[in-house]
């Protein structure tokens, strides 16, 4: 609780404050309407004109106190989760590649909607929770009043309720914390039946078992953990309820043989318990919600810190994107290795490479699959950096410093590529410019139109959505183009514009182009032909 309150006071101090202020007017408003409605009950003679205006009056002043609060808390809170989504958003897109890959999607999609869902609901009962207060306060006080000897019966019942219900949630934090932990797993799961349909449609044995041993022990893992915490929750709420019943029998019984001669004392307190019980029980509830609440803080915390990188001064990388045109690039290799443990538990290593890439070169990169030629690429473009040697950028080496300025002079069309609905970052007289040359170029006139630079669709077979991908590689115009196996999606007729026009073209302006291929009969047309096997650089043509 301590820790979702001081982030949202961090977030408005003055928000927070005005919430508990009004909430405790709120509740002190209930707390008065109780204690009017009781005198007017225990003697209806002495009903006046002002105890009728101090009615109405209270109750629109709960009507508004109640209200206020939650419409600042709306905001708040509302604020507060897109906050948390914009800095979780940030550190994915500044984090290295590499990690991402190896905490894979499932934890992030887990914190970006359950763990944001359960700390803005939690969030969102802080009105709640100060109202409750200041009633459950108020009615103590208007108790007192009635008979202090009853606040010795009451008070240490509400206390030892109170108290077990906090070692509950305690008990209970492992399960949940549990539950959770199961959710990372099962949206993991739930990516590879959303990614890897076609493939499980293709194989009915290997859908059947990964279905069996995979997807189902995670949606199993999920509902075990869940049903254990939803019944050590349903246990309390019915000890509870119980315990309502047992502390109003304290008041019934216990104040009446305490104050025999007042009745009025006895039914008063009656009334004022079974009024300030519902507040009561929110507050006691509330500790296991923020004990839920505690666990989301912590995921989004974790993941925050597994995503931490430097930000990049946005101004730099301006101005770095803006110098790129206009100066010649190189780019060299010198003993770089890097090396990631394989799916079967073995480290697979890529190096030691030593490479050039000078402008107006065309380079073939070939190679059996798993001999590292999809590592390579992300070593050049500084996706990922290298574990020794050197990626010299114009005889500068390239460091977290310039990495990000580096990797803006290329474009890349990788084998998983993914298409944007929107073309971002390019210069609005340069798509004006070009867009209707290079969809005709790639016979997509047809298909479709760009409207205020927005695709009218990308619902288009794998070789169409590769040239507009393309498309938005030659608007972006960059000093290096890296190509993963692009022609392998394409019809002859385009095969033969790829290889015999637009590479030939890129390189003649001067682009520095890296080609990933195992189009053998086009090999003549490079500069060079690198080979990689097992990681290593075997021949060079």
Known sequence: MRSLFLLLFRRSSTSVILIAVIGSVAGLCNSALLALISEALKNRASVTTMMIVAYLALSLGVMASNLLPELLLSRL??????????RIGRRVLAAPLRRLEALGHGPVLAALTHD???????????PSLVIGSTIVLGCLGYMAWLSAKGLLLVVPAMAVLAGIYALGARKMAPLWRGERDAQDDLYRQQQHVLEGVKELKLHGGRRSEFFEHDFTPAVDTVRRTGVRASDSVALFSNFLHFFTW????????????LTPSDTGATQGYVMTLMYMWGSFRGLIESIGRWTQAGIALEKLAQLDVSLTEAMKDEDSSSAALEAVHSERHEVRFSDVTFSFEGQDGHAFRVGPLDFELRPGELVFVVGGNGSGKTTLAKLLTGLYAPESGQLLWNGAAVTDENREAYRNTFSAIFSDFHLFENVRGVPSERLEKHVEEYLRLFSLDTKLRVVDGRFSTTSLST?????????????????????????ADQDPEFREVFY?????ELAAR???VVVITHDDRFFHLAHRVIKLEYGRLVAAA
């Open 463 to 487: 070789g169409q959505r590769k040239r507009l991908a393309m498309f938005v590689a030659l608007l972006e115009d960059r000093p290096f183009y890296l190509f993963d196996e692009w022609a």
């Open 510 to 512: 001067g682009k520095g």
């Open 246 to 257: 047992l502390v109003l029998g304290v008041a019934l019984f216990g104040v009446n043989i």
């Open 500 to 504: 015999r026009h637009l590479l030939p």
């Open 77 to 86: 809170s509302r604020s507060f989760a897109a906050d948390l989504r914009l």
């Open 116 to 126: 944001l869902q359960t700390v803005v609901a939690t969030a969102s009962a802080l």
